[in-house]
Structure formats: structure tokens, C-alpha cells
T-cell receptor, first 113, second 112 residues
Framework: DVKVTQSSRYLVKRTGEKVFLECVQD?????MFWYRQDPGLGLRLIYF???????EKGDIPEGYSVSREKKERFSLILESASTNQTSMYLC????????????FGDGTRLSIL | AQSVTQPDIHITVSEGASLELRCNYS??????LFWYVQSPGQGLQLLLK??????LVQGIKGFEAEFKRSQSSFNLRKPSVHWSDAAEYFC??????????FGAGTRLTVKP
């Protein structure tokens, strides 16, 4: 079974802090994704990576950056956290191809105070 | 522009009753179509997917979905709902890895 592991289930940080969210997958998937989930808005793509050191902006990249130094690991970075970044963050991975389903981690609920 | 609409924010059904969750999409071409389920405190799990061929697809946990090209719809159904089906359900459509569009979700409550 595919396992996507997010390092924290709950995280509380302060405004202005640099925040790292980590995600690891164990299925050798080429693609990895970071989504933000807010009530009534569904999932919105922040960043997508299709290979090591390769990334593409999603729909809402402002205020975020990502890092993919190894195939299995994809990190989301909030350079200077703000209260409007309080949300649920979901990491996913998949094989290459639009027909490939995405496999999700359990999410990190991030609160910025 | 690509979009996915799940018209029902919240649905309540009695245990044992049938269920239909609606999904409509707007896309330039026929996309790949997915249904996911999210139980409280967990990530999304794939229920089923449609690429081509038979327009009625079977998934896990007794769910099925029907693709209707003329209506741009991909509705999810289950003949008899169990209490454990209470969760949030997301429809997703896309063609490429980076253009998957998720609906806003439908929260299902199951009454005893």
C-alpha cells in the first residue's frame, strides 16, 4: 500500500515565523503535490513537483515555496507565516499521467497565531 | 475555464437508504474523473475513477458512479448507506498531473 506521511498532524506557529511542512512517500512516485484545504473551497493546489528539483506553481503559490531534493520528500515552506495561512495542508503523490490517482497524507492542521 | 461543481454542501440520509452525490464539470475535453472520500482527521482516499469505456464504474466500499457526457456529470451512488460512510466526498477532474480540479466537497451525515 502507498504511504504518504506528513511530519505533523497539528502545528501552531506565530506570525512571521518560517514554517516547514514535510512530506515523504514510499512508492517511488514521480509527482508530488501540496494542497491547501479550506471549508467550502475544496482543495487548491499550491505547488506541484514532477521530478527532483523540479517544481511548478499551482493556483495559490503566493507566500509559499517548496523544496524537493530527494524523490521521496517534498517540503512546503512558509517564508513568513501569516494568519491567513491558517489551514489544513494536504500532501499527495502519484505516478506520472493525468489518469493516475493521487495518494494523500493525513494532513497537517496549521494554526498561525 | 475548468471547474467542478458539487451542488450539495451537506446531505443527510438514513442508514440503509440509497445515496446519490452529484458532480458536474466544465472542461474543454473529456477529462479523467475521480471520486475521493475523506473521513474525519484523514487524507483523501480514492473511491473510483473513470477514463473511458463503460460509463458505469464500480469502486470500493460498494460505491459506483455513472459518467454522462451529455450532462457533463459524474454522479456517485450507493444502494444502501452504512453508518461508516459518513464522511466528506470530493469529485475531481483533470487531464494532466498539474490541472486536477477538486469540487468543494459534499459532507454526508448518516442517521441511525
Amino acid at each position: 500500500d502507498v504511504k504518504v506521511t506528513q511530519s505533523s498532524r497539528y502545528l501552531v506557529k506565530r506570525t512571521g515565523e518560517k514554517v516547514f511542512l514535510e512530506c515523504v512517500q514510499d512508492m517511488d512516485h514521480e509527482n508530488m503535490f501540496w494542497y491547501r484545504q479550506d471549508p467550502g473551497l475544496g482543495l487548491r493546489l499550491i505547488y506541484f513537483s514532477y521530478d527532483v528539483k523540479m517544481k511548478e506553481k499551482g493556483d495559490i503559490p503566493e507566500g509559499y515555496s517548496v523544496s524537493r531534493e530527494k524523490k521521496e520528500r517534498f517540503s512546503l515552506i512558509l517564508e513568513s507565516a501569516s494568519t491567513n495561512q491558517t489551514s489544513m495542508y494536504l500532501c499527495a503523490s502519484s505516478f506520472d499521467g493525468g489518469d493516475q490517482p493521487q495518494h494523500f497524507g493525513d494532513g497537517t492542521r496549521l494554526s498561525i497565531l | 475555464a475548468q471547474s467542478v461543481t458539487q451542488p450539495d454542501i451537506h446531505i443527510t440520509v438514513s442508514e440503509g437508504a440509497s445515496l446519490e452525490l452529484r458532480c458536474n464539470y466544465s472542461y474543454g475535453a473529456t477529462p479523467y474523473l475521480f471520486w475521493y472520500v475523506q473521513s474525519p482527521g484523514q487524507g483523501l482516499q480514492l473511491l473510483l475513477k473513470y477514463f473511458s469505456g463503460d460509463t458505469l464504474v464500480q469502486g470500493i466500499k460498494g460505491f459506483e458512479a455513472e459518467f454522462k457526457r451529455s450532462q457533463s456529470s459524474f454522479n456517485l451512488r450507493k444502494p444502501s448507506v452504512h453508518w461508516s460512510d459518513a464522511a466528506e466526498y470530493f469529485c475531481a477532474v483533470g487531464v494532466n498531473n498539474n490541472d486536477m480540479r477538486f469540487g468543494a466537497g459534499t459532507r454526508l451525515t448518516v442517521k441511525p
